[in-house]
């Protein structure tokens, strides 16, 4: 029996080149984008976290906790994964950002075997050359190893992988299913694609 798993989407930044609007609220056929990744990723998890610096009565009303960072600034995803991984209430932790509402249907599926298969404390997922660091799934004791990181000035996400037992999970099957979000453009040219199916058949 798999361990049980904790989703953190990460709805945190400040959403610079989105002209710093919230992105995780910015409506995408018809819904909030947020909205969208919840449909895809809360059946793969059993408890969902979204971490989130802003508008927090907002996010509340998806029916999920709530967790800001728990450092002041916007330091980046990596604040929002440690705020995860210790409110987590299962062994595993995986995470998502909240622009992304393509993700795979089976992506915990796939980054679990693969972190089981290879003794791994990480997995990423990754298509063709590109990792795509912010599709990730670790184990919940990695919490004070991550804030040790960002403790001594660690912001870089690539970095703190380096320093573990990382598994890349090749996704080259559904690239576009990594597409994110971060200007008004991509929201636009997004949203106009025949690839995403309406928000109630995902």
Not at 3 to 10: D, E, K, Q
Not at 44 to 72: C, S, T
């Amino acid at each position: 029996m798999k361990p049980a798993v904790t989703g953190i989407i990460l709805a945190g930044g400040q959403g610079r080149r989105m002209g710093h609007t919230d992105k995780g609220l910015q409506p995408f056929r018809g819904e909030p984008l947020i909205a969208h990744v919840l449909a895809r990723f809360a059946p793969q998890v059993d408890e969902v976290l979204i971490n989130a610096n802003r508008n927090i009565d907002a996010y509340v009303r998806f029916g999920h906790r709530v967790v800001p960072d728990a450092m002041k600034g916007y330091a980046g995803p990596l604040a929002g994964f440690e705020r995860g991984l210790t409110e987590a209430s299962h062994p595993l932790v995986a995470t998502v950002p909240c622009d992304s509402p393509l993700l795979p249907a089976d992506l915990i599926e796939r980054l679990a075997t693969a972190l089981f298969n290879h003794d791994a404390e990480l997995a990423v997922a990754k298509t063709f050359d590109q990792p795509h660091p912010v599709f990730c799934l670790c184990y919940k004791t990695l919490a004070s190893h991550l804030r040790k990181f960002l403790d001594n000035g660690g912001r870089k996400i690539d970095k703190w992988y380096g320093a573990l037992r990382t598994v890349e999970v090749s996704f080259d099957d559904e690239e576009i299913a990594f597409s994110n979000i971060n200007t008004l453009d991509e929201l636009v040219a997004l949203e106009a694609a025949k690839t995403l199916s309406p928000i109630s058949n995902c």
